[in-house]
């Protein structure tokens, strides 16, 4: 049992790594989505095409997914707060970067930076959240998560429009960096890793179990054993279908698809990505929050999955719809989409416990290598299809390859929930259930 002064440092200390590590997870959402309100900007700026900036917009997502599994093998290693606070420091160089950057080149450099530095967020964060929360609440958890970080991809749509009549985007992007910078030295100095660095029990020793065994191994050997584990790799194909589709639109093809397509400014377009993303928010809690109540995962996520294949469809077909339609469309692919979170905590439970980290860093890994193939592939199929049509506007011809495309992503992800396996909310890979 903690008498008082434990049980407050206990709280104290756990919604003060939350909170200061979620706000750098709030950035690494801007970052991700804020190419599309931009879109129009840098295309002006910098001269560039469609595939062009889809190749701009995806060299967040290469580095961010080549980073997954190392960020996974330092935050098991080294511990979360080292990592975010570095990675703070090169984000906050990156965006500034990007908002003084005069060529394409120098702006994709300042692009990479900011991939590489909030790369490490997402899986320092689940790492934290196991370790200062209970692990029945772990989904739960990692729902509230996302939902703290899609903040930053609502900010990154319908407000950064907004901010873009008084400020330019150079401006915003600058602000960013400094805000970053500022998040890393917070990071440093008042986080901790587990409640072990501050002389606390473990959540699970509260509980009257055991702690988890800590990995004795080098740090290769755990990485071995996630990868030889069959029941791992479904989950980075869920990601890859389900979450790669949705960061390549709502982060980049969305508001330009919706202006040629349908007709709309920039404001309307901008308020339908702010509403998938506030879906997105508002389900990923919620699928979480499901999941650990009913006990299950499986069936919570081939049930998401379904529903946001199916909302591809009217888009494919470029079908008419009302504005009440399209806002309804757009907020029911959100609300679905996160069915592929929940690919993290299996991920964790068919581990060992102590390598949570690489774990869930390897299942991530699918998520931006899907986003960071479609983006300029979308971009290429865009190009492709109006080769030739001269300065004639874009429709829906031009962007139909690239939305069945990104429908067929889907469906492979809805395929891969189908091989996802049942944990129901317990680890499994140590005969352990509790």
């Known amino acids: 049992m903690l008498n008082a002064h434990q049980s407050n440092q206990l709280v104290r200390l756990r919604w003060t790594a939350f909170v200061i590590v979620g706000l750098a997870y709030v950035l690494s959402f801007f970052h991700r989505f804020a190419p599309a309100a931009i879109s129009s900007d840098l295309q002006q700026t910098f001269h560039a095409s469609a595939a062009e900036l889809g190749g701009l917009s995806a060299t967040y997502f290469y580095v961010y997914m080549v980073m997954q599994i190392p960020t996974g093998i330092l935050v098991d290693t080294l511990g979360p707060r080292r990592v975010v606070a570095i990675g703070g420091l090169i984000a906050g160089i990156g965006s500034l970067l990007f908002g003084m950057a005069d060529t394409l080149a120098v702006a994709s450099v300042g692009r990479l930076l900011v991939g590489l530095g909030v790369s490490v967020t997402f899986i320092s964060m689940l790492k934290l959240n196991a370790a200062w929360f209970h692990d029945r609440h772990f989904a739960t958890m990692t729902g509230a998560t996302i939902l703290l970080g899609n903040t930053g991809s609502l ?74 584990n069959r029941a791992t790799w479904p989950g980075l194909w869920v990601n890859m279908g389900i979450a790669g589709t949705l960061f390549a639109f709502g982060g980049l093809w969305a508001v330009p698809f919706l202006r040629d397509v349908y007709g709309m400014d920039r404001t309307a377009a901008t308020n339908h990505t702010t509403l998938l993303l506030t879906g997105f928010a508002i389900g990923a809690f919620f699928i979480g929050m499901l999941s650990d109540r009913l006990g299950h995962r499986k069936p919570v996520m081939i049930a998401g999955a379904l529903g946001y294949f199916l909302c591809w469809l009217p888009m494919l077909s470029g079908m008419p719809m009302s504005s009440a339609a399209s806002y309804v469309l757009f907020f029911v692919m959100g609300l679905c989409a996160p069915s592929f979170t929940l690919s993290w905590s299996c991920a964790k439970e068919v581990n060992p416990p102590a390598l949570s980290g690489m774990a869930t860093s390897v299942v991530n890994v699918g998520a931006f290598l899907g986003t960071a193939i479609l983006q300029p592939m979308v971009g290429w199929a865009i190009d492709h299809a109006h080769a030739g049509a001269g300065a004639a506007p874009l429709g829906l011809g031009d962007y139909q390859a690239g939305i069945a495309i990104m429908a067929g992503f889907s469906l492979m992800g809805l395929i891969a929930t189908l091989f996802i396996r049942e944990t129901y909310c317990r680890y499994v890979s140590t005969g352990q259930i509790d």
Request: charged share 10%.
């Open 155 to 228: 900010l990154a749509a319908a407000p950064l429009a907004w901010v873009l009549a008084f400020v330019s985007w150079r401006s915003a992007f600058a602000s960013i960096g400094v805000f970053s910078l500022l998040l890393a030295v917070l990071a440093w100095f008042l986080v901790r890793n587990n409640p072990g660095e501050a002389g606390l029990p473990s959540l699970r020793e509260l509980d009257g179990k055991a702690a988890h065994p800590a990995h004795t191994g080098h740090w290769y050997d755990g990485l071995l054993i996630i990868v030889k």
